[in-house]
């Protein structure tokens, strides 16, 4: 009976054995296979290269360096003494000593990571010394050939999700796809100990580098910018400043610099509120280099013609509890448009800011983009709101006339006085001329420009600001034998529901040569403590990044 009961019991042991292997066998083969797989094989992703950014002339300003890591495998490190030293002597990098010696101790640990960042120079001398339980993974860095120049536009590459790089801020972040490869893989068997098995199964799938940016931004004038903006803030003791250069044509981004910046390669030191670039999101009054345009508006609809008299520009005029004056408290009676333009005169523009009335003129703030973005391809663009129409009231038409009560960008403002130069076209601002994907280039699709003003009224406003430059308190500074279209700008800081009088943002804006431009610029000072005025800071500033964009592109004087 017993024996009868033992057979039952292993009979029925065996068969649940059989069963089990069958599961696992045949049932279960592939799920199975696959974990063994996974413990067996180890995975490292090969990291493609993010792609070139390029300026016009085709030189790199950011590209991609190989870089490596050094990995220890302390379970094979015989001699950690000889291993230190022959490491320190081969790299440039600190290593903890405490560190190290704790790590190579462990001789169940497999992997490592002991440095990072080594060059290919450093990498080849450590391999030259044959030591055992060392290994290199490769990676990709930014170079910066430039150092900081146009870092703003640029951007940088940090970690992102999921331990990505990922590009952030400029180019870097608004093409982050483009900018991107496609990462490829390398796959290599190991033993129980987590050990290199030298005649394992080994595959590895390449990685493909990103695709390259070529900007229209000028190198030689991009660093004269940079140069002269940072020599003109300590010069005139301003807070920041920035400057925008552009093809008035094809909207091309020239150059485009603020200060204070900061240096991409080392951006985890830096201070953070300098990675935006201001000169596409910050906000701030015009003041009088809005006059071109409000002018413009007035002739465009026919209301008024150069000649036409100001009847009102005899003294300071009330509207409602406000008093508006001129700016030097000078009044010109009996000014004609081109005077009240070449005097800057407050007054004058208020006349011609209701000959207008709310509706048109706020129906051409909106057709040349103001409340909008201007679409450049920057990340981290933002624009001021324009208030609604149905809230302007008489004092917000007047004081839009001179451009107080209104909001804008460096690049809007650029871009509206782009508008003059060019015979009336609204362009869209573009950093990127073309992508190239290796030896293919990508044309940008070109959005067709929408005309704001008629060809007739650019050269009629034209010639008003070349007699503002020629006639104007400016005049000084200006280039000889040079015809330059421009306008001076002194604008008070609105703080706390009131304007400060001591603190302004003085700017000028112009293109030239004025017959056939062949730029238009913006430079802005905010806050200059040797003069509040645009005339005698912001004007001489453009003057002189001027001159050196004449010797750039071999512009002759007239």
């Known amino acids: 009976m017993r024996l009868r009961f033992l057979f039952f019991v292993f009979l029925l042991a065996w068969l649940a054995l059989v069963i089990r292997l069958f599961y696992w066998q045949v049932k279960s083969f592939d799920k199975l296979f696959l974990a063994a797989r996974l413990q067996q094989q180890s995975k490292s992703t090969l990291v493609a290269p993010r792609g070139k950014i390029l300026s016009a002339d085709n030189y790199p300003l950011v590209f991609s360096t190989l870089k490596f890591s050094l990995i220890l495998n302390p379970s094979i490190i015989s001699d950690p003494q000889k291993v230190l030293a022959e490491i320190a002597s081969s790299s440039a990098q600190k290593i903890d000593q405490e560190k190290f010696f704790k790590v190579v101790e462990d001789k169940n640990l497999s992997w490592y990571s002991l440095l990072k960042g080594l060059s290919l120079t450093e990498k080849e001398e450590i391999e030259k010394k044959n030591l055992p339980g060392i290994e290199f993974e490769s990676s990709w860095s930014r170079a910066y050939p430039e150092a900081s120049m146009a870092a703003q536009t640029l951007g940088f590459v940090g970690i992102g999700d999921n331990d990505k790089e990922r590009g952030y801020y400029g180019l870097e972040g608004f093409y982050d796809r483009e900018l991107s490869g496609v990462a ?131 003294g300071s005029v009330q509207i409602g509890e406000y008093t508006i004056k001129t700016w030097n408290e000078k009044y010109f009676p009996n000014s004609t448009m081109t005077e009240v333009i070449q005097h800057s005169d407050n007054v004058g523009m208020v006349y011609v800011a209701k000959k207008i009335g709310i509706e048109n003129l706020y129906s051409y703030l909106v057709k040349l983009g103001f409340g909008e973005k201007t679409g450049i391809d920057l990340e981290e663009e933002a624009s001021p709101t324009l208030r609604s129409e149905k809230d302007w009231g008489e004092i917000d038409l007047a004081t839009a006339g001179f451009g107080q009560g209104i909001a804008v960008t460096a690049v809007q403002m650029t871009r509206a006085i782009a508008a003059i130069a060019n015979g009336g076209k609204l362009v869209i601002p573009r950093v990127v001329a073309k992508i190239k994907d290796g030896d293919k280039e990508i044309l940008l699709k070109q959005t067709e420009p929408k005309q704001v003003f008629k060809p007739i009224t650019t050269k009629v406003i034209k010639e008003m600001m070349v007699n503002a430059v020629e006639n104007g308190e400016a005049k000084w500074a200006k280039p000889k034998n040079y015809k330059i279209a421009g306008k001076t700008g002194t604008a008070q800081i609105p703080l706390a529901g009131h304007y400060d009088e001591k603190k302004t943002i003085a700017s000028f804006v112009g293109f030239a040569p004025a017959d056939r431009p062949l730029f238009v610029m913006l430079v802005t000072l905010r806050e200059p403590k040797s003069s509040p005025w645009g005339s005698e800071t912001a004007a001489p500033l453009w003057f002189e990044i001027a001159k050196g964009i004449f010797q750039v592109k071999g512009i002759p004087p007239s």
Do not use: H
Request: proline share 7%.
């Open 184 to 314: 490829g893989e390398k796959t290599w068997e190991r033993d129980l100990l987590g050990r290199l098995i030298l005649l394992g199964e080994r595959k590895e799938t390449s990685s493909r580098p990103g695709r390259d940016l070529s900007l229209y931004l000028d190198r030689s004038i991009q660093f004269l910018v940079e140069k002269a903006l940072s020599k003109g803030i300590a010069q005139y003791r301003a807070v920041s400043g920035s400057v925008v250069v552009m093809d008035p044509f094809t909207g091309g981004v020239l150059a485009l610099a603020s200060w204070p910046a900061y240096d991409p390669a080392n951006f985890a030191n830096e201070d953070k509120n300098n990675f935006a670039n201001p000169t596409i999101y910050a906000g701030f009054e015009p003041g009088s280099i809005f006059k071109p345009l409000v002018m413009a508006t007035a002739i465009d609809l026919g209301l008024l013609r150069p000649d036409s008299i100001c009847p009102i520009c005899t």
